[in-house]
């Protein structure tokens, strides 16, 4: 690929983004499967649906580029795709596994994040107002999944390191997360 303007490689990661998230549409089934959690499984449902629109935006600004959205395979996803695999096969203590795949789940959202805060940079500068607006929304919804996965991984964290059977510290482990999660709030209420 040659670049001969920024026009050039904002279609190029255009083009990245939307096999990320082609394969991220293929991947998402497996991890609702995989997980035993209900609060993680409805997690990863609300995201592949989100998901799919986000596919269905990109293809919008491809038509109004006038570029076909073919001809490029997202390596990075790949990659961390292959890597979340180990936590959808893995065996053993259930919240360990949730946790795991919250893990994975969250390399994809931070490297969803960053490819679409810089593509909506480049559309900016651009002056492509539409595309802009459209690549903003789909990264303030990868944001919200990441802060969504971020709740969920409060409570299973604290899960993941108590024994299943031991009821007394499962019930003070929800009580911690209760705390935690309010103290959360209230930092963030507090700026």
Known sequence: MKFESLHD???DELKDIYNAENQLVKALPKMVKASTSDELRSAFENHLEETKQQVERLEQIFKELEKSPKGKSCKAMKGLLEEGKHAIE???DEAVCDAALIAAAQKVE???IASYGTLRTYARLLGLDEAARLLQETLNEEGNADKKLNEVAERINLQAQQ???DNEEAESTRDQSEQMTDDKDELIVRR
């Open 90 to 92: 893995a065996d053993g």
């Open 9 to 11: 490689l904002f279609v």
């Open 163 to 165: 024994p299943e059977s």
């Open 110 to 112: 931070h490297y969803e």
